[in-house]
Nanobody, 121 residues
Framework: VQLQASGGGLVQPGGSLRLSCTAS????????GGWFRQAPGNEREAVSC????????YYADSVKGRFTISRDNARNTVYLQMNSLKPEDTAVYYC???????????????WGQGTLVTVSS
């Protein structure tokens, strides 16, 4: 049972990246899929989440209008499309699953290994 996050990299301010989170060993359909990020010296914060039941999406205020979360159940994958990236978006991005999007962070399990996003000119 694991999650594999990928898609990070170095991008200039204003650029775009798409992160992927693929599940293995379990069916992602039944779970909410969340993205979190952690910048150096900061706590891990929630970025976005998509529910399993109705596909409802949630975003942190800092990324609303710029990031889009989606899921492809056939591929057992959750995506995070990140547009208009800013230097303050630089962080390691993690994906995780829970029974619902409003679950406490400690209830998200498993966690992917993280993928580094660096926004810099």
């Amino acid at each position: 049972v694991q999650l594999q996050a990928s898609g990070g990299g170095l991008v200039q301010p204003g650029g775009s990246l798409r992160l992927s989170c693929t599940a293995s060993g379990f069916t992602l359909d039944y779970y909410a899929g969340g993205w979190f990020r952690q910048a150096p010296g900061n706590e891990r914060e929630a970025v976005s989440c998509i529910s399993s039941s109705d596909g409802k999406t949630y975003y942190a205020d800092s990324v609303k209008g710029r990031f889009t979360i989606s899921r492809d159940n056939a591929r057992n994958t959750v995506y995070l499309q990140m547009n208009s990236l800013k230097p303050e978006d630089t962080a390691v991005y993690y994906c995780a699953t829970a029974s619902r999007c409003d679950a406490p962070k400690k209830e998200f399990d498993p966690w992917g290994q993280g993928t580094l996003v660096t926004v810099s000119s």
